[in-house]
C-alpha cells in the first residue's frame, strides 16, 4: 500500500503564495502520474494540477494555469504545488493523487488515480 503525505496548507491573505508537498510513504513506488485535486465546501472535486512523472509533462485547470506551478523531485519522490497570487476562491481542501498508468494525466480524472493524500486545508481571505 502507498501512502501520500502532504503538507505545506494554511491560511494566506489572498495575493499571497503557499507550497504544498506530497511524499509518498513506499520510497520503491513510481507513478505515472501525480495529480492534485481540491474540493470546496458544497462543490463538486475538481482537478487543479497533474505531471506525467516520467516526461514532467504539466497539465493545469484554466483556473489556475499563469499562478500554480507542479514540480517534482524524483529524488525524493515527491511531488509539490507552488500557488501564487491566491484568490478567495482558491479556498478548498487539496488533495494529492498518484496513478499507477499515464492514462490518467492524459484523462485528469479523480477515478483514474490510485492512491489519495488525505487532504490539507487552504484558506485565502480577502
Known amino acids: 500500500q502507498v501512502q501520500l503525505v502532504e503538507s ?3 491560511s494566506v491573505q489572498a495575493g499571497g503564495s503557499l507550497r504544498l508537498s506530497c511524499a509518498a510513504s513506499r520510497y520503491t513506488y513510481r507513478s505515472a502520474c501525480m495529480g492534485w485535486f ?3 465546501p458544497a462543490k463538486a472535486r475538481e482537478g487543479v494540477a497533474r505531471i506525467y512523472t516520467g516526461g514532467g509533462s504539466t497539465y493545469y485547470a484554466a483556473s489556475v494555469k499563469g499562478r500554480f506551478t ?3 523531485d ?3 519522490n515527491t511531488v509539490y504545488l507552488q500557488m501564487n ?3 478567495p476562491e482558491d479556498t478548498a481542501v487539496y488533495y494529492c493523487a ?3 498508468t499515464g492514462g490518467a494525466c492524459y484523462t ?3 477515478a483514474d488515480f490510485d492512491y489519495w493524500g488525505q487532504g490539507t486545508q487552504v484558506s485565502v481571505s480577502s
Open 108 to 110: 485528469g480524472e479523480a
Open 85 to 87: 497570487s491566491l484568490k
Open 98 to 100: 498518484a496513478a499507477s
Open 74 to 76: 524524483n529524488a525524493k
Open 38 to 40: 481540491r474540493q470546496a
Open 8 to 10: 505545506g496548507g494554511g
Open 70 to 72: 507542479i514540480s517534482q
